[in-house]
């Protein structure tokens, strides 16, 4: 079978196609494209119909396959009316209006322990709360809410459902991950209008008559998870993960869900899987300090060109990476030296400033992982990386050093790969044990121990 993923990150539209050949998966990108954001009265949004119309191209473009899926950020969501128009264009986390929220007006603690996650101020309950709280006669008119993936499927097929994973991921459900949490939609004045939830990767639907038309061919489209983490999870079983996604997350799996205050003041998110299992996920915002990095430094400059500095520029200096001065300053290379002043240490120069962060961001998620081998029942001495942070080659030969811990590492890891694995693995046409294999064939695989080797 061909398979196509229709994948969205925070600027750009990629289409990859995928098929199961010669033992290895064979990706191919069809179609790429900037998203079209809008901003309007403090309102930033996503273009949806430049969007679709990009979606429909890449879809031509990608000739005849016979499954599709999408993948996407999770906290993107759609306002529609009884007649599915869009009455408000898509919510995107970075809008003002939540910022002008009250504080309270969603008691994170109660709905941690009632879903097992802390809710980001970007999620789901937070972009609604904000539109009520702005605009709350258009509820009056609204019929449905979609995160974004889940629009798309409807705008291919036609039918409505919402993403099982979605919903955990944005707090809207109970800790068994099925069941809607009525009493946050109550507390904010809203009707639940999500669709129902889809079971995890069942068909939905075959492409409308309208779509057909305007592609060429008939294709059915599935309801694979959105969730990245998840779906690594599913295809991959890792212990310990550590994931670019989101900004950076570093969680284990278990048993069962871990709360408690610690975990609560730790901003835990605890994410059901699809096995009855847990994964615990804690925020890792070291990869967001390197892109912030970047965009201070002169244009061109690579990360491929910052990890050289860093190499070159190796301490055993650190500072805490949570310093809120690091992400709001203009120059983290300043508000290093303002830290390390601050605790009586001496001032570095820039290249200098660049090596002492890469071994503080190092220092700080082998902090988590100790967190986490603590509340463990059976630690693990293997921490898988996926995503964009598993290119950072001397990041993670530092995390391994640091921790004594065996860290593996594939570009491979991406939204992309996993879906369309996802999808191989559920018609049976790749195996547990071959996973790892095809992804190794066709993107290689770097493994780094404790000497600091590659």
Known sequence: MKYLNIEISAKKLSLYTSVARNERIEQECVYKAKINTIYNEGTLSIDIQSLMRDIINGVRDAGKVDAVTVTSIPYLLVVLDENDEMLFPCLSSRDEKIERLSSDVIDTHTLF????????????????????????????????????????????????????????????????????????????????????????????????????????????????PANAVLLADYLLHPHMIITSYLGGRIGITSSSQITGDDVYEAKGRNIRKRDGGNMLLFPFRGYDLIRKLKSQLPGGTTFDTIEE???????????????????????????VN??????????????????????????????????????????????????????????NSLISMHSGKKVCASAGFFSSTFASLYMMKKNGEVSDDQIIPYIKKAYGMLTFRREDRE
């Open 113 to 224: 322990y009632e879903s097992g996650l802390v809710a980001e101020n970007c999620s789901a309950a937070y972009q609604l709360a904000s539109l009520k709280n702005e605009d709350a006669a258009l509820f009056e008119r609204a019929s449905s809410f979609m995160f974004l993936s889940d629009y798309i499927r409807f705008a291919l097929t036609g039918v409505k459902a919402t993403d099982s994973s979605l919903a955990i991921a944005n707090a809207l459900v109970l800790k068994d991950g099925m069941t809607w949490n009525n009493r946050l939609f109550e507390s904010l004045g809203i009707d639940n209008l999500f669709p129902s939830m889809s079971e995890e990767g069942s068909f939905l639907g075959s492409f409308s008559d309208e779509i057909s038309k305007e592609v060429g061919y008939d294709a059915g489209v599935y309801s694979n």
């Open 338 to 395: 303002v830290i390390l002043n601050e605790n009586g240490k001496e001032s570095v120069n820039g290249d200098e400033a660049v090596g002492l962060l890469y071994n503080s961001i190092a220092r700080y998620a082998v902090g988590t992982v100790r967190l986490l081998d603590e509340m463990d029942e059976s630690p693990s001495d293997n921490i898988l990386i996926i995503g964009g942070a598993a290119k950072d080659y001397y990041l």
């Open 309 to 335: 500095i860093a190499r070159a520029n190796r301490t055993f200096e650190y500072i805490d990476i949570r310093d809120e001065r690091l992400g709001s300053g203009n120059n983290i290379a300043e508000t």
